[in-house]
Nanobody
Framework: QVQLVESGGGSVQAGGSLRLSCAVS????????MGWFRQAPGKEREGVAT???????LYADAVKGRFTISKDGAKNTLYLQMNSLKPEDTAMYYC?????????????WGQGTQVTVSS
């Protein structure tokens, strides 16, 4: 079983920055993918950034060059550094983890943290 708890969301003006954190506990191994998704009101959930097994990082086109995903193994924490935020980044952000063979249909999700960007 894997537990994930997000934090770090909030309200910020366009052009600002936020860093999301996801505390991970449970049985994670090197075959896991870990990542961030978001869902805006009235829209489908979309992938934002993923760290695949082996450490390669993947980003959605909408956030490339602005967002950075990273993880701290010692702290068992996943991060999403978000810079140059835009109003269209407003959404509930979720972290997820599962075997990469299941990705993106992850079995394990956090409860979400709200990010609101005002113009």
């Amino acid at each position: 079983q894997v537990q994930l708890v997000e934090s770090g969301g909030g309200s910020v003006q366009a052009g600002g920055s936020l860093r999301l954190s996801c505390a991970v506990s449970g049985n994670i191994n090197s075959r896991y993918c870990m990542g961030w998704f978001r869902q805006a009101p009235g829209k489908e959930r979309e992938g934002v950034a993923t760290i695949v097994s082996g450490g390669r990082r993947l980003y959605a086109d909408a956030v490339k060059g602005r967002f950075t995903i990273s993880k701290d193994g010692a702290k068992n924490t996943l991060y999403l550094q978000m810079n140059s935020l835009k109003p269209e980044d407003t959404a509930m952000y979720y972290c997820a983890a599962d075997y990469c063979s299941n990705w993106p249909a992850s079995r394990y999700w956090g409860q979400g943290t709200q990010v609101t960007v005002s113009s």
